[in-house]
């Protein structure tokens, strides 16, 4: 399949000789740039925050435009500008430098075998209620998986019980908020940066990343409780459908990446995308014409480990139509 069918592009985009390398210098509002991809994504600054550590970018083309992500400052590098872009300097630089020292630093949370287990536990029993709720519910539901993954398009039916079981629990807020900003781009903001932390206070997946910037992150809606409730009601749900939907079959995932430099082959995180699609896979593995190396890579569905899908979450057919699966990262396994 052509890379066109899966994701838009534009192939009179201008070259990169065009564009300088980003730097904090061109955190200016208004100043135009690009994002580093296969197809550079055209992005405008509408926003910096020193206090914060962050800037607000624009998406201008392609299935994101209109949207806006809120991006660390130590991201800065997987941009370009325009030669003529507008630059900072004297106080508003030396602000966004101490800015980046303060914020640019490691948090790692390892994984403790007692909270693993205990969590192990509770998600076999709220996975068994699942199955029970989904009986109760969906006793006569039928989905051809095949037919999703063709066509890459989820299901009504299975968007609506979603929905309805978070609702039910008082998690229906922050699976809304949590599926959206994952599907349009787990780095913005810090939400699913907040829920990764809490996977390894679960004891699920080290967390190896930035520290938080955000005070507020597990105020309120969003306590170490609530998105712990969230993370392993979600699991349950997903896994006790899966079991349903495959019964004896096995299904493979797909990951295809590429880049214009030499690949690192670094452990996957704390969340991992993949695909049921071998054609939305291949389009990562093609790359752009800067591409200098590329892998593809495929593996069995692993159930243990996944957390939602594009079959029963309504933000994966929104923008995208990636037939995309989001499993728990796993340290030993460093390409799913």
Known sequence: ??????????????????????????????????????????????????ERGSFVVRIEAFEDAGAEWELGLHEIGRFQFANDAAVASGAALSELERSLARFDRELVIECDPEARRDSLSRLAQQREMARGWLDAHARDFELDVELSIEAREGDETLFRLVEEFTAELGLGELERSFSAAFVTNPRSGELVKGHAIVLAELGLCPYRGRVARDPELFAADHSRERRAEHMLRRLAFTQALWQRLLASRELPLYRGAASETQLSGERSGSFVSATFSRAVAQSHFEGGPSTRSAVLWRQPLPLDRLLMTFVETRAMNERYREAEAVLIGDPENSAF
């Open 1 to 50: 399949m052509d890379e066109a069918a899966v994701y838009a592009s534009d192939p009179a985009s201008a070259p990169d000789t065009d564009f300088s390398p980003a730097g904090l210098r061109h955190l200016v509002p208004g100043n135009t740039g690009r994002l580093l991809d296969a197809r550079r994504t055209p992005v405008a600054v509408v926003g910096v925050s020193p």
